[in-house]
């Protein structure tokens, strides 16, 4: 079965302190790997899409990496503005060569940032 | 303003009552998804389509219909069947299988 869990569930970080979040996967074989930001009340918001091992994305204190059978999003230096849920989604890649299309997500980590 | 719109953003539904929540899109996607969000739990994919007039069952659709008549409109309807409808609905699209997938801004529906 596809799987995608998220850890940790909740983070608090001092302003500054930079951290990660990880995103573990379980999947016949990965089409896409993608992170989300999540306001309360709101729809996700698209970050990152990652393809294949070793690539990288950035954006302002963010980056998003990804391994075989993981994905980090390293935040540096966060500021309160970052407090929000962080969600990761797959796509599966199917036998014939196509996609479901779907995403499957994992949890989310809410995570908080104090001044 | 190109982007995905759904309503309302509050609905309130008696038991026994059918709704139907609302989500266009002007982005010219083909692909076109319902979740449902419940405190505590991932995004769970209730419908999704790929094309007009064709669409496919997620993990949850017992208790929902949908219809995909409009490239640019995704209906979903929450029949009486659906013992537990109260949650938050986002709808999405995407170019196509493998791309991104943005969504709404989600409709909070509860039962009373």
């Known amino acids: 079965e596809d799987q995608v869990t998220q850890s940790p569930e909740a983070l608090r970080l001092q302003e500054g302190e930079s951290s990660s979040l990880n995103c573990s996967y379980t999947v016949s074989g990965l089409r896409g790997l993608f992170w989300y930001r999540q306001d309360p009340g709101k729809g996700p918001e698209f970050l990152f899409t990652?393809?294949?091992a070793g690539e990288e994305k950035e954006k302002e204190r963010l980056k998003a990496t990804l391994t075989k059978k993981e994905s980090f999003l390293h935040i540096t230096a966060p500021k309160p503005e970052d407090s929000a849920t962080y969600l990761c989604?797959?796509?599966?890649?199917?036998?014939?060569?196509?996609?479901?299309?779907?995403?499957?997500f994992g949890k989310g980590t809410k995570l908080s940032v104090k001044p | 303003d190109g982007g995905i719109t759904q309503s309302p953003k509050y609905l309130f539904r008696k038991e026994g009552q059918n709704v139907t929540l609302s989500c266009e899109q002007n982005?010219?996607?083909?692909?076109m998804y319902w979740y449902r969000q419940d405190p505590g739990q991932g995004l769970r994919l209730i419908y999704y389509s790929q094309i007009v007039n064709d669409f496919q069952k997620g993990d949850i659709a017992e208790g929902y219909s949908v219809s995909r008549e409009k490239k640019e409109s995704f209906p979903l309807t929450v029949t009486s069947a659906q013992k537990n409808p109260t949650a938050f609905y986002l709808c999405?699209?995407?170019?196509?299988?493998?791309?991104?997938?943005?969504f709404g801004q989600g409709t909070r529906l509860t039962v009373v």
């Open positions: 999405a699209s995407s170019i196509g299988p493998g791309t991104e997938a943005f």
């Open positions: 989604a797959v796509q599966v890649l199917k036998n014939y060569g196509g996609s479901q299309g779907n995403l499957i």
């Open positions: 982005l010219n996607h083909d692909a």
């Open positions: 990652l393809y294949s």
